[in-house]
């Protein structure tokens, strides 16, 4: 069965730096990697999908990349900030509107 | 609020009882998911619809478990003879389906789900 790895301990990083999380996958990668925020109590939230034929996708302070090959997903995070500190679940979806497969997530903290 | 809502949002119960959770999804999203959550791990998925239609489920969704979709609305989960390993949050989540005409089919919207425990 499939198995996704991510960071495994929290993450703890100064304000204004680049906070990085990290998604590995064994098998076969999916057709569609998402990534949601995650706040203590509450559903997750959605941030961005990439495709499997897309290197990179941006939003905003956002960034992702997806690299097939190496079966891992690069989360970024720039200029950070202390309301982006959350738990960050990297998700993989094997077709379209499919179901879910999530991974257990990394908790971000981001210091002032 | 449009987004998706859920119901209760908490719920106690004692082993053995029989639970029933209501998702009421983005009213244009044909697309219905169950998942459930335990603390610090990621959901799992549970199952599925398109419409009223249950398309998959999960090896999890034992036969104490059920879900409906009657009407391709809401949908309910129900829980029999519960038990304390049943204790986790459900969440809900809703989405347009393919061939909806939209590109952001993929993007699932997550209730604020249902804490259950067990005693």
């Known amino acids: 069965s499939q198995k996704i790895e991510q960071n495994s301990e929290a993450l703890n990083i100064q304000e204004g730096k680049t906070a990085t999380l990290t998604c590995n996958y064994t098998?076969?990668?999916?057709?569609?990697l998402q990534w949601y925020r995650q706040d203590p109590g509450r559903g997750p939230v959605f941030l961005l999908l990439?495709?499997?034929?897309?290197k990179e996708k941006r939003k905003e302070r956002l960034k992702v990349t997806f690299d097939t090959t190496l079966k891992q997903s690069l989360f970024h995070i720039t200029a950070s900030q202390p309301a982006d500190s959350a738990t960050y679940l990297c998700?993989?979806?094997?077709?379209?509107?499919?179901?879910?497969?999530f991974g257990s997530g990394t908790r971000l903290s981001i210091r002032p | 609020d449009t987004g998706v809502s859920q119901d209760p949002r908490h719920k106690i119960t004692k082993r053995g009882q029989n639970v029933t959770f209501r998702c009421d999804p983005i009213?244009?999203?044909?697309?219905l998911y169950w998942y459930r959550q335990t603390l610090g791990q990621g959901p799992e998925f549970l199952t599925y619809?398109?419409?009223?239609?249950?398309?998959?489920k999960s090896r999890l969704l034992s036969d104490r478990f059920s879900a409906e979709r009657p009407k391709g609305s809401f949908s309910t989960l129900e829980i029999q003879r519960t038990e304390q390993g049943d204790s986790a949050m459900y969440l809900c989540?809703?989405?347009?389906?393919?061939?909806?005409?939209?590109?952001?089919?993929?993007?699932?919207?997550f209730g604020p789900g249902t804490r259950l425990t067990v005693l």
């Open positions: 989540a809703s989405s347009l389906g393919p061939g909806s005409g939209a590109n952001s089919y993929n993007e699932q919207f």
């Open positions: 098998n076969y990668s999916p057709a569609y």
């Open positions: 990439i495709r499997e034929n897309e």
């Open positions: 998700a993989l979806l094997y077709s379209s509107a499919s179901k879910i497969i």
């Open positions: 009213s244009e999203h044909n697309r």
């Open positions: 619809f398109q419409n009223e239609a249950q398309l998959e």
